[in-house]
C-alpha cells in the first residue's frame, strides 16, 4: 500500500515542491543548456551508450531553478546598471516608462507564443532556431536562426565592453593602459575607446577559452553571476529608500530662463577632475578666486560671453544631486531632455576647440533612439525554452518560469525609472558617466551599504552574461549546422569529442570581436535590437500561422495564447525595429530573404510539416475555387502546356531529355502558368510496373530541372495506351487550373518501312506513333478550347544557353482567325533570353489583285493595339498555290475586313483552336510550321468519329506540308 501511495506523493512534490526541495536544487543550478550529446543518451539503451560518453541523468530540474533564475539572469544585464538612469533623465519619466513598458510588452507575448510553441513538443538546443524552422520551414528557420546566432554574438560583445566600462571608468582607472583619461563631460575619449578596446579583447579571449576547455567551469560560476545579480538589486532598492549619499551628490547647477522654454533650463557644470579648482559661481570682479567666468569668458566682457552662452545668465549654485525619494523630482523629471551630439542643452553647443566644463550630449538622443538603446535588456527570455530536456514537467515549467520572469523583470525596470526620476535631479539623471560627482556610477552611489557592491556585482553580473552568451551562440550555429540547410556551414557541425562546438565557438568570438572593436554599448545595442526582434517577429509569426491553420500537430499544452496576441505581438516587433533604426531594419530583413532564397536554392529539402506548407496549401485552394468560380478573361490568356511523352524503348534520363522538346517548353514559358509534363506505361498495375512508373516520374523530373522547367510530372498506368493519353488529357488540372496547349512531338515515321510507294494510301502500313498522334490530335480538336503544338527536329532546337544574335528572326505566318494566338506564342519566346535580341516578323497571303498596302496598314493597327512589336510584310501569290480552306479562310475579304474593323478579340476567338507546327529543317536554330489549323479542321469535319485509317495518310500528309518561303537564320510559326 506504500510503495502505491510514494509515487503520487512524489508527483505532488513536483507541483509543489517543498522549500527543502528548491534549495537542494539551487546547490545544482546552471543557466547553461546540458550539451546536445550526453542528452541523447537519455533515449539509448544500456548497450547503446557509448564508453566515452556518461549517461545523462534523468531530467530533475523544476521551475524556478530551470526556467525562472536562468531565464531573469540572462534578461537583466549591464544596461539596468549603465544607462536606465540615463535613459531616465533624457527621456522624462513618463516616455522612459513607456519605452520600457513597450519592450516589456513585446517581450511577453513573445514569450506567450515561444511558451505554446515550446509546449508543443520537445524543444531541444538552439531552441529558437527549432522553434521556427519546424514551424515555418527551414528557409525561415534557417535565415532567421543565422541573423540570431549573429545577434547572440554580439550581445556578448556588448555585455564585455559594459564589464570594461565599469572596470575602467568606476572601480579603477589606474590601470588604463592608454592616457590621460580625461574628463567625460563629451562622453568617451578617444584614448578610454582604445583601451576598451584592448581590455575587451583581452576578456573576450579569456572568456572564449574559459568556454572552450569545458562549460562546467561555465556552470559552476552560474550561482556567483545569479548571487551578484539579485544582491546588485536589492541593496540598490534599499539605496531608494535611504538617501544615504544626499551629501556626497552635490553638483554645480545653473538654472536659467531662456527663450522658447516655459521652465528654468539647467544645465550641469563638471567640476571634477581638470576643472576641480574651479569653484561653482560666476564672478566678474577682479579680486575673485577661479570660478566659471574664467572658464567660458577668458577675459571677455560680461555682455560677450552672455550672449554666446546664455544660459550664464542663470542662477549658478550647487545642489544635491540625489536629494532623495521625498524631495518631489519625480515632477521635475516628467518630461523629455533630448539633445543633438555635442549639445549643452538643447539648441546651445560650444565653439569648436573650447573646452569647458559643459556635461554635453555624446550622441543623439530620442525616444526611438533611445529604445533601440534599451530593448537589448528585455532580451534573454529563451533560456527557458532551451532547457526543456532538462525538466521534469517541461510544458508547466515554461510557460510559468518564463512568465514569471518577464513580470519580475519588468516590474524591476518600471519601479527603477520611478525610483530613479524620483531620488535623483534631472541633471544627475543626464550625466551619463556622472563626470559631474567625479566619475561615479549613479546605481551605485544610491545603493545600499557601499557602492562597491554595485560595482562588483554588475561587474561580475556583466562578465556572467557575456559567458551565457558565448555559450548559447556556438549551440544555436551547431544546430542549424547539423540540419545542413546551409551547406557553408557544415564545417560548424563538428566540434570536440563531447560534443561541445568549438569551431562554432571561434566564429562566434570573431563577431563579438568586432562589437568590441565598435567600443561602444550604445552603438552595439541597436545591433542586437534589430538582430532579436527578427527572431522574436518570427517567433509570433509561427505561433499565428499554425494556430490559423489549425494544423493537426498543433496541440500545445499552453492554453492561454491567441493568434490575435501574436499577431500584436508581431506589429509591436516591426514598429520597434523601424523606430529605432529604419536602415539597419531593412538591412537585416534583406539579409534574412537572402538567406531565404539561398536556402530555398542550394539548402538540404527538409520536411518538417511546418506551417508554411501547410499556408501555401491553404492559399492554392483558395486560389484554385477562385479560378473555377470565374471565367478566364483574354487578357490573362496564356498557355498552360500539357506536354505528352510518347513511350520510348528507354526510359533513361538521357534518352527522354534528347527526344523531347524540354527547352522550347522552358524558354516559353519562362516559369509562369502551368506546366504538365506527363506520360502513359502500357500495361497493368503490378509492383514492378508501378516501380517503372516512379523510376520514369524521377527521370522526367530529373529532365525538367535540368532544362529549368517549373511544372508537375504525371505518370499513368493504362491498358491501352490512347485511352490513358486521352483520359490525361481531360483529367489533368485541378478545378479552373487546367491545361490549355497540348504539346506533342510530331511523329519521327508515319509509314512502316516497305517498297510501297508512300502515296499509295491504300497499302500504306502506318506506325504506331503516328496512329497515336492523329488519335489524341482527333481527341484534342472534340475538346475545343486547347490549343496543339506539335513539335518536329526537337533535337537542333536551341538550348538555353545558345543565344540568338539580333540578326536572327521569327517568322509567323499568320492565320487571319487564329486572334493573334501565334503573336502571342512568338512575343513569348522573345520573353527569354535565348530569342529575346530576335525580331519578330509577320508574314501573309494576298492575291496579287489585292490590295497590300492596306492589308500591310491594317495589320501594322492590330500589332500596335496588341502592343506587340514586328515587322509585316504581305506576299502575293496566285490562288493556284493556296489550299481551297486556306484561301476561304484567309483571303475572302469581307471576313478579312470585318476583323480588321472589330480588333479587340471575343471569346469566341480566344477560344478557337489553333495548331503551331515547329520545322527546323532550313536552318540550325529554325522552326517550321506548316498551316496546320485549316487542314486539321478539313481532316476533322467529322468529329464524332475517329479518324479512318484510309484517309490519315492523306491528311498527314497535306499537314506536314509547307507554306513559308525559305529564309536563313529564322525561326517560323505558321
Same mark, same amino acid.
Given at each position: 500500500?506504500?510503495?502505491?501511495?510514494?509515487?503520487?506523493?512524489?508527483?505532488?512534490?513536483?507541483?509543489?515542491?517543498?522549500?527543502?526541495?528548491?534549495?537542494?536544487?539551487?546547490?545544482?543550478?546552471?543557466?547553461?543548456?546540458?550539451?546536445?550529446?550526453?542528452?541523447?543518451?537519455?533515449?539509448?539503451?544500456?548497450?547503446?551508450?557509448?564508453?566515452?560518453?556518461?549517461?545523462?541523468? %534523468?531530467?530533475?530540474?523544476?521551475?524556478?531553478?530551470?526556467?525562472?533564475?536562468?531565464?531573469?539572469?540572462?534578461?537583466?544585464?549591464?544596461?539596468?546598471?549603465?544607462?536606465?538612469?540615463?535613459?531616465?533623465?533624457?527621456?522624462?519619466?513618463?516616455?522612459?516608462?513607456?519605452?520600457?513598458?513597450?519592450?516589456?510588452?513585446?517581450?511577453?507575448?513573445?514569450?506567450?507564443?515561444?511558451?505554446?510553441?515550446?509546449?508543443?513538443?520537445?524543444?531541444?538546443?538552439?531552441?529558437?532556431?527549432?522553434?521556427?524552422?519546424?514551424?515555418?520551414?527551414?528557409?525561415?528557420?534557417?535565415?532567421? =536562426?543565422?541573423?540570431?546566432?549573429?545577434?547572440?554574438?554580439?550581445?556578448?560583445?556588448?555585455?564585455?565592453?559594459?564589464?570594461?566600462?565599469?572596470?575602467?571608468?568606476?572601480?579603477?582607472?589606474?590601470?588604463?593602459?592608454?592616457?590621460?583619461?580625461?574628463?567625460?563631460?563629451?562622453?568617451?575619449?578617444?584614448?578610454?575607446?582604445?583601451?576598451?578596446?584592448?581590455?575587451?579583447?583581452?576578456?573576450?579571449?579569456?572568456?572564449?577559452?574559459?568556454?572552450?576547455?569545458?562549460?562546467?567551469?561555465?556552470?559552476?560560476?552560474?550561482g556567483l553571476f545569479l548571487a551578484c545579480v539579485i544582491t546588485s538589486i536589492l541593496c540598490i532598492y534599499i539605496g531608494f529608500f535611504t538617501s544615504r549619499n544626499v551629501q556626497a551628490s552635490q553638483i554645480c547647477v545653473i538654472s536659467s530662463k531662456l527663450p522658447g522654454f516655459e521652465d528654468p533650463v539647467p544645465t550641469l557644470i563638471s567640476l571634477s577632475g581638470q576643472f576641480d579648482k574651479y569653484e561653482c559661481s560666476f564672478d566678474a570682479s577682479e579680486n575673485r578666486s577661479l570660478n566659471l567666468y574664467d572658464m567660458y569668458c577668458n577675459n571677455r566682457t560680461v555682455e560677450i560671453?552672455?550672449?554666446? &552662452?546664455?544660459?550664464?545668465?542663470?542662477?549658478?549654485?550647487?545642489?544635491?544631486?540625489?536629494?532623495?525619494?521625498?524631495?518631489?523630482?519625480?515632477?521635475?523629471?516628467? $518630461?523629455?531632455?533630448?539633445?543633438?551630439?555635442?549639445?549643452?542643452?538643447?539648441?546651445?553647443?560650444?565653439?569648436?576647440?573650447?573646452?569647458?566644463?559643459?556635461?554635453?550630449?555624446?550622441?543623439?538622443?530620442?525616444?526611438?533612439?533611445?529604445?533601440?538603446?534599451?530593448?537589448?535588456?528585455?532580451? =534573454?527570455?529563451?533560456?527557458?525554452?532551451?532547457?526543456?530536456?532538462?525538466?521534469?514537467?517541461?510544458?508547466?515549467?515554461?510557460?510559468?518560469?518564463?512568465?514569471?520572469?518577464?513580470?519580475?523583470?519588468?516590474?524591476?525596470?518600471?519601479?527603477?525609472?520611478?525610483?530613479?526620476?524620483?531620488?535623483?535631479?534631472?541633471?544627475?539623471?543626464?550625466?551619463?558617466?556622472?563626470?559631474?560627482?567625479?566619475?561615479?556610477?549613479?546605481?551605485?552611489?544610491?545603493?545600499?551599504?557601499?557602492?562597491?557592491?554595485?560595482?562588483?556585482?554588475?561587474?561580475?553580473?556583466?562578465?556572467?552574461?557575456?559567458?551565457?552568451?558565448?555559450?548559447?551562440?556556438?549551440?544555436?550555429? %551547431?544546430?542549424?549546422?547539423?540540419?545542413?540547410?546551409?551547406?557553408?556551414?557544415?564545417?560548424?557541425?563538428?566540434?570536440?569529442?563531447?560534443?561541445?562546438?568549438?569551431?562554432?565557438?571561434?566564429?562566434?568570438?570573431?563577431?563579438?570581436?568586432?562589437?568590441?572593436?565598435?567600443?561602444?554599448?550604445?552603438?552595439?545595442?541597436?545591433?542586437?535590437?534589430?538582430?532579436?526582434?527578427?527572431?522574436?517577429?518570427?517567433?509570433?509569426?509561427?505561433?499565428?500561422?499554425?494556430?490559423?491553420?489549425?494544423?493537426?500537430?498543433?496541440?500545445?499544452? &499552453?492554453?492561454?495564447?491567441?493568434?490575435?496576441?501574436?499577431?500584436?505581438?508581431?506589429?509591436?516587433?516591426?514598429?520597434?525595429?523601424?523606430?529605432?533604426?529604419?536602415?539597419?531594419?531593412?538591412?537585416?530583413?534583406?539579409?534574412?530573404?537572402?538567406?531565404?532564397?539561398?536556402?530555398?536554392?542550394?539548402?538540404?529539402?527538409?520536411?518538417?510539416?511546418?506551417?508554411?506548407? =501547410?499556408?501555401?496549401?491553404?492559399?492554392?485552394?483558395?486560389?484554385?475555387?477562385?479560378?473555377?468560380?470565374?471565367?478566364?478573361?483574354?487578357?490573362?490568356?496564356?498557355?498552360?502546356?500539357?506536354?505528352?511523352?510518347?513511350?520510348?524503348?528507354?526510359?533513361?534520363?538521357?534518352?527522354?531529355?534528347?527526344?523531347?522538346?524540354?527547352? &522550347?517548353?522552358?524558354?516559353?514559358?519562362?516559369?509562369?502558368?502551368?506546366?504538365?509534363?506527363?506520360?502513359?506505361?502500357?500495361?497493368?498495375?503490378?509492383?514492378?510496373?508501378?516501380?517503372?512508373?516512379?523510376?520514369?516520374?524521377?527521370?522526367?523530373?530529373?529532365?525538367?530541372?535540368?532544362?529549368?522547367?517549373?511544372?508537375?510530372?504525371?505518370?499513368?498506368?493504362?491498358?491501352?495506351?490512347?485511352?490513358?493519353?486521352?483520359?490525361?488529357?481531360?483529367?489533368?488540372?485541378?478545378?479552373?487550373?487546367?491545361? /490549355?496547349?497540348?504539346?506533342?512531338?510530331?511523329?519521327?515515321?508515319?509509314?512502316?518501312?516497305?517498297?510501297?510507294?508512300?502515296?499509295?494510301?491504300?497499302?500504306?502500313?502506318?506506325?504506331?506513333?503516328?496512329?497515336?498522334?492523329?488519335?489524341?490530335?482527333?481527341?484534342?480538336?472534340?475538346?475545343?478550347? $486547347?490549343?496543339?503544338?506539335?513539335?518536329?527536329?526537337?533535337?537542333?532546337?536551341?538550348?538555353?544557353?545558345?543565344?540568338?544574335?539580333?540578326?536572327?528572326?521569327?517568322?509567323?505566318?499568320?492565320?487571319?482567325?487564329?486572334?493573334?494566338?501565334?503573336?502571342?506564342?512568338?512575343?513569348?519566346?522573345? %520573353?527569354?533570353?535565348?530569342?529575346?535580341?530576335?525580331?519578330?516578323?509577320?508574314?501573309?497571303?494576298?492575291?496579287?489583285?489585292?490590295?497590300?498596302?492596306?492589308?500591310?496598314?491594317?495589320?501594322?493597327?492590330?500589332?500596335?493595339?496588341?502592343?506587340?512589336?514586328?515587322?509585316?510584310?504581305?506576299?502575293?501569290?496566285?490562288?493556284?498555290?493556296?489550299?481551297?480552306?486556306?484561301?476561304?479562310?484567309?483571303?475572302?475579304?469581307?471576313?478579312?475586313?470585318?476583323?480588321?474593323?472589330?480588333?479587340?478579340?471575343?471569346?469566341?476567338?480566344?477560344?478557337?483552336?489553333?495548331?503551331?507546327?515547329?520545322?527546323?529543317?532550313? $536552318?540550325?536554330?529554325?522552326?517550321?510550321?506548316?498551316?496546320?489549323?485549316?487542314?486539321?479542321?478539313?481532316?476533322?469535319?467529322?468529329?464524332?468519329?475517329?479518324?479512318?485509317?484510309? /484517309?490519315?495518310?492523306?491528311?498527314?500528309?497535306?499537314?506536314?506540308?509547307?507554306?513559308?518561303?525559305?529564309?536563313?537564320?529564322?525561326?517560323?510559326?505558321?
Open positions: 500500500m506504500g510503495a502505491r501511495l510514494f509515487p503520487l506523493f512524489e508527483d505532488e512534490a513536483a507541483e509543489r515542491p517543498m522549500v527543502a526541495s528548491i534549495l537542494a536544487d539551487l546547490i545544482d543550478y546552471s543557466s547553461t543548456v546540458q550539451n546536445v550529446a550526453l542528452r541523447r543518451t537519455d533515449t539509448m539503451g544500456k548497450d547503446d551508450v557509448q564508453p566515452t560518453a556518461k549517461v545523462a541523468k %534523468q531530467p530533475q530540474l523544476g521551475t524556478v531553478v530551470g526556467v525562472y533564475l536562468p531565464t531573469m539572469q540572462n534578461i537583466f544585464g549591464v544596461l539596468l546598471f549603465l544607462r536606465l538612469a540615463w535613459i531616465v533623465g533624457t527621456a522624462g519619466v513618463f516616455q522612459s516608462f513607456c519605452i520600457v513598458l513597450l519592450c516589456c510588452t513585446c517581450t511577453m507575448l513573445t514569450a506567450i507564443s515561444m511558451s505554446a510553441i515550446a509546449t508543443n513538443g520537445y524543444v531541444p538546443a538552439g531552441g529558437s532556431y527549432f522553434m521556427i524552422s519546424r514551424a515555418l520551414g527551414p528557409e525561415c528557420g534557417g535565415a532567421v =536562426g543565422v541573423l540570431f546566432f549573429i545577434g547572440t554574438s554580439f550581445a556578448a560583445s556588448m555585455y564585455i565592453v559594459g564589464a570594461v566600462e565599469i572596470l575602467l571608468t568606476y572601480i579603477s582607472q589606474d590601470i588604463a593602459i592608454f592616457r590621460p583619461l580625461g574628463n567625460s563631460v563629451e562622453g568617451v575619449t578617444t584614448n578610454m575607446l582604445n583601451n576598451m578596446r584592448v581590455y575587451g579583447s583581452l576578456f573576450l579571449f579569456a572568456m572564449a577559452t574559459l568556454v572552450f576547455v569545458g562549460v562546467k567551469y561555465v556552470n559552476k560560476l552560474a560671453c552672455y550672449e554666446e &552662452f546664455p544660459f550664464l545668465q542663470g542662477d549658478v549654485q550647487l545642489q544635491h544631486g540625489i536629494p532623495g525619494i521625498t524631495s518631489g523630482e519625480l515632477l521635475n523629471n516628467l $518630461h523629455s531632455f533630448y539633445r543633438l551630439k555635442g549639445e549643452i542643452i538643447p539648441g546651445i553647443t560650444e565653439n569648436i576647440g573650447m573646452k569647458t566644463a559643459s556635461v554635453k550630449a555624446d550622441i543623439t538622443t530620442t525616444a526611438m533612439v533611445l529604445t533601440g538603446i534599451f530593448f537589448p535588456s528585455c532580451t =534573454g527570455i529563451m533560456a527557458g525554452s532551451n532547457r526543456s530536456g532538462d525538466l521534469r514537467n517541461a510544458a508547466a515549467s515554461i510557460p510559468v518560469g518564463t512568465i514569471g520572469a518577464i513580470v519580475t523583470t519588468s516590474i524591476v525596470y518600471l519601479s527603477f525609472v520611478l525610483l530613479f526620476g524620483s531620488v535623483a535631479a534631472g541633471p544627475m539623471l543626464r550625466d551619463k558617466f556622472g563626470a559631474s560627482v567625479g566619475g561615479e556610477l549613479l546605481c551605485a552611489m544610491i545603493a545600499f551599504p557601499s557602492k562597491y557592491v554595485v560595482l562588483f556585482g554588475a561587474f561580475f553580473s556583466t562578465v556572467g552574461a557575456g559567458l551565457q552568451s558565448l555559450t548559447g551562440a556556438p549551440r544555436l550555429l %551547431q544546430a542549424i549546422a547539423k540540419d545542413d540547410i546551409l551547406p557553408p556551414l557544415k564545417y560548424f557541425a563538428k566540434g570536440k569529442k563531447n560534443g561541445e562546438p568549438s569551431w562554432a565557438l571561434l566564429l562566434s568570438a570573431a563577431i563579438a570581436e568586432v562589437g568590441i572593436l565598435i567600443a561602444s554599448v550604445d552603438s552595439v545595442a541597436p545591433i542586437i535590437t534589430i538582430f532579436f526582434l527578427m527572431c522574436y517577429l518570427f517567433v509570433n509569426l509561427a505561433c499565428a500561422v499554425q494556430t490559423l491553420l489549425k494544423s493537426p500537430n498543433w496541440r500545445p499544452k &499552453f492554453r492561454f495564447y491567441h493568434w490575435g496576441l501574436s499577431l500584436l505581438g508581431m506589429a509591436i516587433c516591426l514598429f520597434i525595429m523601424f523606430i529605432s533604426n529604419w536602415w539597419q531594419a531593412l538591412i537585416a530583413m534583406l539579409i534574412a530573404l537572402c538567406l531565404y532564397k539561398y536556402i530555398e536554392y542550394a539548402g538540404a529539402k527538409k520536411e518538417w510539416g511546418d506551417g508554411i506548407r =501547410g499556408l501555401s496549401l491553404s492559399a492554392a485552394l483558395y486560389g484554385l475555387r477562385r479560378l473555377e468560380d470565374s471565367e478566364v478573361h483574354t487578357k490573362n490568356w496564356r498557355p498552360q502546356i500539357l506536354a505528352l511523352i510518347t513511350q520510348n524503348e528507354d526510359n533513361s534520363t538521357e534518352a527522354i531529355n534528347s527526344s523531347f522538346p524540354f527547352p &522550347f517548353i522552358s524558354q516559353l514559358k519562362a516559369g509562369k502558368g502551368l506546366t504538365i509534363v506527363g506520360s502513359i506505361l502500357s500495361g497493368s498495375l503490378t509492383r514492378e510496373k508501378f516501380d517503372e512508373k516512379e523510376s520514369l516520374g524521377q527521370a522526367v523530373h530529373e529532365c525538367m530541372q535540368k532544362n529549368k522547367v517549373k511544372g508537375f510530372t504525371q505518370i499513368s498506368i493504362s491498358e491501352n495506351l490512347l485511352s490513358g493519353y486521352l483520359n490525361m488529357l481531360q483529367l489533368s488540372g485541378l478545378g479552373g487550373l487546367k491545361p /490549355n496547349t497540348v504539346l506533342m512531338n510530331w511523329p519521327k515515321e508515319i509509314l512502316e518501312t516497305s517498297g510501297e510507294e508512300e502515296d499509295d494510301s491504300s497499302t500504306a502500313d502506318f506506325t504506331q506513333e503516328a496512329k497515336l498522334f492523329s488519335d489524341v490530335l482527333h481527341g484534342v480538336t472534340n475538346t475545343k478550347q $486547347h490549343v496543339f503544338i506539335a513539335v518536329k527536329n526537337q533535337d537542333i532546337f536551341p538550348n538555353n544557353k545558345q543565344i540568338h544574335s539580333p540578326n536572327s528572326t521569327i517568322d509567323i505566318w499568320w492565320i487571319v482567325h487564329d486572334g493573334g494566338i501565334l503573336m502571342l506564342l512568338g512575343f513569348l519566346l522573345r %520573353q527569354h533570353k535565348v530569342w529575346r535580341q530576335t525580331t519578330m516578323r509577320i508574314f501573309t497571303v494576298a492575291q496579287p489583285e489585292d490590295n497590300s498596302i492596306k492589308i500591310k496598314k491594317d495589320l501594322l493597327q492590330f500589332l500596335s493595339l496588341l502592343r506587340i512589336e514586328a515587322t509585316v510584310d504581305v506576299i502575293e501569290m496566285p490562288s493556284d498555290d493556296i489550299s481551297a480552306y486556306t484561301y476561304e479562310k484567309t483571303l475572302i475579304m469581307e471576313q478579312r475586313n470585318k476583323l480588321l474593323k472589330n480588333l479587340n478579340m471575343t471569346r469566341r476567338e480566344s477560344r478557337r483552336e489553333i495548331q503551331v507546327l515547329t520545322d527546323t529543317q532550313r $536552318h540550325k536554330f529554325s522552326v517550321s510550321q506548316p498551316p496546320f489549323q485549316p487542314q486539321l479542321s478539313s481532316c476533322f469535319e467529322d468529329q464524332s468519329s475517329p479518324l479512318a485509317e484510309e /484517309n490519315l495518310w492523306p491528311c498527314l500528309k497535306r499537314l506536314s506540308q509547307t507554306l513559308s518561303i525559305p529564309r536563313a537564320g529564322c525561326s517560323s510559326f505558321m
